[in-house]
């Protein structure tokens, strides 16, 4: 593997973390196979094992058109895999072929506000408050004629996740989710926090303000890469890697999605009538009952739960796994063997 080039030694602790998790969660064979063309030292694990999903799809689903990749067979027990901010699709690159490979029907949608996931109508609200997000994933199954599926999230999409899983328990059979239970509410958003933890959700103040959404605006990349930087300090990402999921930042409702979600979270912007409801039934905290294996990267550089805070919140089968060797915050991206192990075995609880 390293024959010819420059010997990483961060890179291949990397590789031989996920290569042990691999192993002893059975991907060990697929996951060598992949991972045997990975040849420059500065290349990513992630680039070694996929560089495209190939041809998007596109659907009408509730308030939107939503662009998705879907991969494996199509009568396989479906798989639906959700990015977060400021990331996309290619969250999962790593992780869909290794459960197609397994049998799984892999569908990864773009969230509104990302890629070619558009509004229908030029005069929907552009909300980006959590249970809209999930709303819209529940709509999408509902016009792939999806009854049930197991679903992986990581930061927005991890959070949706669980919306899903605490309020629409009956389309979710199983659930993946990196950093735990990230049902909130705006009452928690309002709450102070001590100052170091509040240094953490800087972004989120600099979007309270009219030059923060400006600046979002005009240096939207600069601002996904020190992000991609800080929540993953020991991610060794290549500017390809980068700029392919920052092509999806380019949406024309992105900037405006972002804006409001991070407001609606402090109290600072209004979200839909439509949706109080269900906002009133998360700010419950309601317990998950499907299945569940949860995650965390040891390198995590953004702000996350402990584990112990939330272990409770799940009341069906449960796990949680520390995945080590320097993983960050888009856990599924930096050790996709990891994440695809946990799906495959939190299918069979």
């Known amino acids: 593997m390293f024959q010819g080039t420059k010997f990483d030694r961060r890179g291949f602790i990397s590789y031989a973390a996920i290569a042990i998790a691999a192993a002893e969660l059975g991907l060990a064979d697929s996951a060598h196979a992949q991972l045997r063309d990975t040849k420059a030292s500065g290349e990513s694990i992630e680039s070694g ?17 939503v662009g998705y990749a879907e991969t494996g067979p199509a009568d396989g027990r479906p798989v639906l895999l959700l990015h977060g901010w400021p990331y996309d699709i290619h969250t999962y690159v790593g992780v869909a072929p290794l459960l197609a490979a397994k049998g799984y029907r892999v569908i990864v949608p773009y969230l509104r506000g990302y890629g070619t996931t558009r509004f229908l109508s030029g005069e929907t609200v552009r909300n980006g408050q959590p249970s809209a997000l999930a709303s819209d994933i529940v709509a999408f199954m509902d016009a792939l004629k999806i009854d049930k599926a197991i679903i992986g999230g990581c930061d927005w999409g991890a959070r949706t996740a669980n919306i899903i899983a605490a309020l629409w328990p009956d389309r979710c059979k199983a659930m993946v989710s990196v950093s735990g239970y990230l049902i909130s509410s705006q009452a928690a958003g309002r709450m102070p926090l001590p100052p170091k933890a509040e240094l953490e959700w800087w972004y989120q103040y600099c979007f309270a303000t009219e030059r923060g959404h400006t600046g979002y605006e005009k240096y939207r990349n600069d601002f996904a890469r020190l992000i991609w930087q800080l929540a993953s300090p020991k991610w060794n990402f290549n500017d390809a890697t980068f700029d392919r999921s920052a092509a999806a930042l380019e949406n024309p409702d992105h900037v405006a999605i972002v804006i409001h979600n991070y407001r609606w979270r402090l109290g600072l912007a ?25 995650l965390e990267g040891d390198a995590n550089g953004a702000p996350h739960p402990e584990p112990s805070s939330y272990a409770k919140k799940f009341s069906g089968k449960y796990a949680h796994r520390l995945i080590k060797g320097g993983v960050g915050h888009n856990l599924p991206q930096e050790a996709p063997q990891a994440f695809a192990g946990a799906v495959i075995q939190v299918d069979g609880y």
């Not at 560089?51 to 596109?58: A, V």
């Not at 209004?270 to 569940?292: C, F, M, N, Q, S």
């Open 270 to 294: 209004e979200g839909e009538r439509k949706y109080d409801d269900l906002e009133r039934r998360l700010a419950a905290g309601p317990v998950i009952t499907v299945p569940t294996i949860t």
């Open 49 to 65: 094992l996929n560089n495209s999903f190939g041809p998007l799809r596109q659907i009408d689903a509730g308030l939107l058109s």
